[in-house]
């Protein structure tokens, strides 16, 4: 939506409201605008010049936010808003832009503005599941790492530090950026995520057998955490309880693609031909500069109902999801039938495997099933009585795994 007012000189120094409808199923409001400035910066105080400011109310006249001559852009919404402004639900109506006729020049001058709506529904969603801070042994604190985050482009971020979670009662509040709380349950025997609630432990982290493990975590399951198994094949810190059923979920790529991971996708896929049903994830495990990971690398995609926490680690469950190199690496969706990646299917011999990728230029797609593995060039396959599949995506130089999608499980 576009529209333009005329500011003329009578009002100036003057303070009004013109008002904009918001459409129904609005999740978020971006209002842009723009005018004749014939001279900007420090010369603007030098020379005369127009300068109007900017603010916006909602449909019951509440006061949103004032960003004066500050931002041209700025954004409202229930999750994420511009700094200055309010976060709040989108309801429906007469919204308005608030003016301020700071600077005028004679002949007046003209506004444009440029209201563009975020509707409801699933949408994809990029994310670092595994970063540490130095609430642990990380480099950067919160703010840095979200200023890092968003710079790569991601929606979301966890930071998982060692045993420690008191920064999650302090995570900041940072516009398109969504904080999961998380801390990394780091233990002799094995590495896991604890993600959505800030303090997972009773007491202390500390589990010395078989039995007090299981008794950590359902008590964290309790408090309604989800457990993520981490890098469960690396040769430094694997995992080597003799549990497999506490975790919910698999990191199956922790940092850049190597043969830790290559192991762990395989440990992955024997479960699965075991029965089980376990949604992956990825993420860096960055620490700092200085080291090898990178945030953002990998990422997991998550096809989320909004970029809430709480919707964010739903998908992420429910296996809605896949991991990738990064942001603008390959995007994979599975269908079959009504059921995507993660969902259980009925089998039928005439419903095919529908696969969509994007962004997977000189790539080999991998079909993965308990039968075994083979590269396919088809978008739909008729898949036989397999208890999941899954694909990779494979560069056909070099042959490195770029991407892995979750499983459709046949019923």
Not at 79 to 94: P, Q, V
């Amino acid at each position: 939506m576009i529209f333009k007012i005329t500011v003329t000189k009578d009002k100036e120094g003057t303070y009004y409201a013109v008002p904009f409808s918001v459409p129904e199923g609005v999740v978020k409001v971006t209002v842009s605008y723009d005018y004749y400035r014939p001279t900007k910066g420090v010369l603007s105080d030098l020379k005369p010049t127009n300068c109007i400011d900017f603010g916006l109310q909602d449909e019951k006249g509440r006061f949103l936010g004032w960003s004066g001559s500050a931002h041209s852009s700025v954004s409202v919404g229930e999750y994420s808003s511009t700094n200055g402004y309010l976060c709040e639900k989108i309801n429906a109506g007469e919204w308005s832009v608030l003016v301020g006729a700071y600077h005028v020049l004679p002949e007046g001058v003209e506004v444009t503005y440029t209201v563009d709506f975020e509707y409801a529904g699933e949408k994809l969603l990029f994310g670092d599941l595994h970063i540490h801070s130095d609430a642990s042994d990380g480099r950067y604190d919160a703010f840095e790492i979200a200023k890092m985050a968003k710079n790569k482009g991601l929606d979301f971020v966890a930071l998982a530090n060692h045993n420690n979670y008191s920064v999650n009662f302090s995570l900041p509040q940072v516009n398109n950026l969504t904080f999961i709380p998380a801390v990394e349950w780091t233990h002799y025997k094995g590495h896991m995520n604890f993600f959505g609630v800030k303090s997972p432990f009773e007491n202390s982290f500390i589990a010395n057998t078989e039995e007090e493990m299981k008794d950590l975590i359902e008590n964290a399951k309790k408090r309604g955490a989800v457990i993520s198994v981490n890098h469960p094949k690396c040769r430094i810190c694997p995992y080597v309880w003799e549990n497999e059923d506490s975790f919910e979920l698999m990191e199956i790529w922790n940092g850049p693609m190597r043969p830790t991971n290559k192991r762990g996708i395989e440990y992955w896929t024997s479960l699965l031909s075991k029965g089980r049903k376990i949604p992956i994830v990825g993420g860096s495990d960055y620490h700092s500069p200085k080291g090898v990971a990178k945030i953002g690398e990998p990422v997991t995609a998550v096809y989320s109902h909004s970029p809430s926490a709480e919707d964010i680690l739903d998908a992420v469950r429910k296996g809605h999801a896949f991991v990738s190199c990064k942001k603008n690496g390959p995007k994979i969706l599975l269908k079959y039938g009504n059921a995507k990646m993660g969902d259980t299917a009925k089998y039928d011999a005439k419903t095919p495997l529908e696969i969509q990728v994007q962004d997977a230029e000189n790539t080999r797609t991998v079909l993965v099933t308990d039968e075994g593995e083979r590269v396919i060039t088809e978008k739909s396959v008729f898949l036989n009585k397999t208890k999941f599949a899954y694909v990779k995506i494979i560069s056909k130089i070099g042959k490195r795994i770029l991407a892995v999608s979750n499983p459709i499980y046949i019923n």
